[in-house]
């Protein structure tokens, strides 16, 4: 069963120090998209890339986090610096281009910033 | 913002009734997507809607894209407690696919 794989699945970490989360995607999806759950916010789109280029990251606060798609297996979602309010659940998701085509959600990196 | 309003927050039910969960937009939607999430787990699909009035059924539940293509609602008959988990709709627009706030939902036995 193909699926988006997400690593770590957990971290602690301290405020100020970097945080990078990976992804790889489900083998010949196209799109990949990053999402930050929380309880006060749900699920919030941070960033997208369609054939590795990245479309929308409007949702992202461009000071501190940055997303790659160094090639077609491999998503980056960086933190620096990490901060307290970055705690939550990061989700991978991939898809095949086109409308009404499913994503495929990673099991999600908890992080906690403390 | 969320362009998909999901109503109720949450919905306690108990086991063996029914229940429908909402999902209202303001403006027309493109198509609307279906996910379920399990306590501590990822969102899995459950089905797209595209067409005005679209109704599709998978087993207990009922899915159901409006004639204005405004709103959608899932209808669960005969509640398990399989069915505990977060019902979200998500709205896939620009390529994007834009996540309600979901409704929470717990079971008694």
């Known amino acids: 069963d193909a699926r988006v794989t997400q690593t770590p699945r957990h971290k602690v970490t301290e405020m100020g120090q970097e945080v990078t989360m990976r992804c790889q995607p489900i083998l010949g999806h196209n799109t990949v998209f990053w999402y930050r759950q929380t309880m006060m916010q749900g699920l919030e789109l941070l960033a997208y890339?369609?054939?590795?280029?990245?479309?929308?990251d409007s949702g992202m606060p461009k000071d501190r986090f940055s997303a790659e798609m160094p090639d077609a297996t491999l998503a980056t979602l960086k933190i620096q610096p990490s901060e307290p309010r970055d705690s939550a659940v990061y989700f991978c998701a991939s898809g095949l281009m086109g409308i009404g085509s499913p994503l495929h959600f990673g099991n999600g990196t908890r992080l906690t910033v403390t | 913002g969320q362009q998909v309003m999901q109503i109720p927050q949450y919905q306690h039910v108990q086991e063996g009734e029914d229940f429908t969960t909402y999902c209202n937009s303001s403006t027309t939607l493109s198509n609307i997507q279906w996910y379920k999430q399990r306590p501590g787990g990822h969102p899995v699909f459950l089905i797209q809607?595209?067409?005005?009035?679209e109704v599709k059924k998978q087993k207990r539940l009922t899915f159901q894209f409006g004639e204005a293509k405004k709103n959608s609602s899932l209808h669960i008959t005969a509640t398990q407690t399989t069915d505990v988990g977060t019902y979200f709709c998500?709205?896939?627009?620009?390529?994007?696919?834009?996540f309600g706030a979901g409704t929470t939902v717990t079971v008694r036995a």
């Open positions: 890339f369609r054939n590795r280029a990245p479309l929308d």
């Open positions: 998500a709205d896939f627009n620009d390529y994007k696919l834009s």
């Open positions: 809607l595209v067409k005005s009035g």
